[in-house]
């Protein structure tokens, strides 16, 4: 009774969120974002503003970070919040993307009908074994000689 008592507590922890750390904004350079945010990680997907926009975490140096946006910065400004999620920086895939150009958020870029992502995966990942992957069964036709 205790044991499932004490799994059940358990399971629940690991499945709760925590509280996101908080920063701020504290200027805009071109592309470019730098806040301030403690225990920062390269990579980790943050959110800015009051519309939570993603931006991954390129660097930091002291206590600045250095934000790349994943959407528009139009309308932040100096002093928004900046929260860590602790969470890696990823893109929804599935079978659908494959051939197609999408923007960080799974929108095609060429207009047509977005493709139903269904995994979210990290943009920093190891490769694929190649010893695992099925032979290649059909030449890639390129222009280039």
């Keep these: 009774m205790c044991a499932d008592r004490f799994r059940a507590w358990r399971d629940l922890v690991a499945r709760t969120q925590p509280c996101g750390r908080k920063g701020r904004l504290k200027a805009s350079v071109g592309s470019i974002l730098q806040g301030t945010l403690p225990g920062a990680r390269l990579g980790e997907l943050v959110l800015v503003g009051p519309q939570r926009r993603p931006a991954e975490v390129l660097g930091f140096r002291d206590d600045q970070v250095i934000l790349l946006p994943a959407s528009s910065q139009q309308g932040l400004r100096c002093g928004d919040a900046v929260i860590g999620t602790g969470a890696p920086m990823r ?55």
């Excluded at 190891?126 to 280039?144: E, H, M, Y």
Aim: aromatic share 2%; hydrophobic share 35%; with cysteine.
């Design 91 to 145: 893109i929804a895939w599935s079978e659908e993307c494959v051939g197609t150009v999408v923007d960080p958020q799974g929108r095609r870029l060429d207009g047509g009908r977005s493709p139903r992502c269904r995994i979210l995966r990290p943009l920093n990942a190891s490769a694929p074994d190649p010893l695992r992957r099925r032979p290649i069964q059909k030449a890639l036709t390129t222009a280039v000689r």
